[in-house]
């Protein structure tokens, strides 16, 4: 994630942190880099708007994990694994909602 790309994050997070009832989430890693993903689009009480919700917390969390492709080493992969995987608990967990935590296990 280039400068431009965390300064964008940081003031997406600071405009909607605290918002997840109005339809934000935000993911942050330990770096406290954040990203905020909208819901207010979505029925997120039917499965297909709690899935569309997830893949975008997914999205999000590889952003604020700063995942890539390539070839690194086994280190860098299981650090961004440990960051991915509690990026996306934490995210989730803040929505509320069964069915959000259902996918979330599936």
């Known amino acids: 994630m280039n400068n431009r790309q965390k300064l964008i994050a940081v003031i997406m997070a600071t405009t ?3 918002t997840a009832m109005a339809g ?7 770096e406290h880099e954040r990203v905020a ?3 207010s689009d979505l ?5 297909a708007g709690a899935t569309v919700l997830y893949r975008r917390i997914e999205k999000a ?3 604020v994990c700063g995942i890539t492709h390539g070839l690194k080493p086994i ?6 694994k440990a960051c991915l ?5 934490s995210a989730v967990a ?9 996918v979330h296990a599936s």
Do not use: K, Y
């Open 16 to 18: 909607f942190c605290g």
């Open 24 to 30: 934000e989430v935000v993911i942050q890693n330990h």
């Open 37 to 39: 993903v909208s819901f």
């Open 43 to 47: 029925n997120i009480n039917s499965q």
């Open 61 to 63: 969390a590889r952003q």
């Open 75 to 80: 280190q860098v992969i299981n650090n961004e």
């Open 85 to 89: 995987a509690a990026s996306i608990d």
């Open 94 to 102: 803040s929505v509320h909602s069964d069915l959000i935590e259902n």
